[in-house]
């Protein structure tokens, strides 16, 4: 009889999600919805999001312009090894194609940033050219 080898199933360890703390619990579903959100894939509470949001004045920390129908996305270093709290950066706009949190994902390199921003300010064509 032939046996049929199983490949050993991969447990996925949960991690484990801290209950909410009261002033959370008591607020809309909605609310307590994000908090669970961002508990799970960013490590900071709803009251952390808050906290962070008000520093910020309101507003996303790179244009400057406060959140319309949608709340600012949580910025976060995809490169921080175990993610979680010490990987989030900051808030910024939402928005699938325009927001700044979308623009920032392809260019967060500081070193190139630093290149881009010398290029713009001294653009090397002008200099051979005037
Ligand atoms: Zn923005």
């Known amino acids: 009889m032939r046996r049929i080898r199983r490949r050993k199933r991969q447990t996925r360890v949960a991690s484990y999600i801290p209950p909410p703390p009261p002033a959370v619990l008591h607020r809309s579903k909605r609310d307590r919805d994000r908090d669970r959100r961002y508990r799970t894939r960013y490590g900071i509470t709803l009251l952390d999001y808050e906290a962070i949001f008000e520093y910020q004045k309101g507003v996303c920390h790179l ?19 175990g993610g979680g709290k010490t990987s989030v950066r ?3 706009c939402p928005g699938r194609y325009f927001g700044c949190n979308r623009k920032l994902g392809g260019i967060d390199n500081v070193p190139w940033l630093k290149r881009v921003i010398d290029y ?10 005037s």
């Not at 400057?64 to 490169?79: I, N, T, Y």
């Not at 713009?120 to 051979?128: F, I, W």
């Open 63 to 81: 244009c400057g312009r406060p959140p319309k129908k949608v709340s600012l996305a949580v910025d976060h270093d995809h490169r921080v090894k």
């Open 90 to 92: 900051g808030l910024l």
């Open 120 to 129: 713009l300010e001294n653009p090397p064509a002008q200099t051979v050219l």
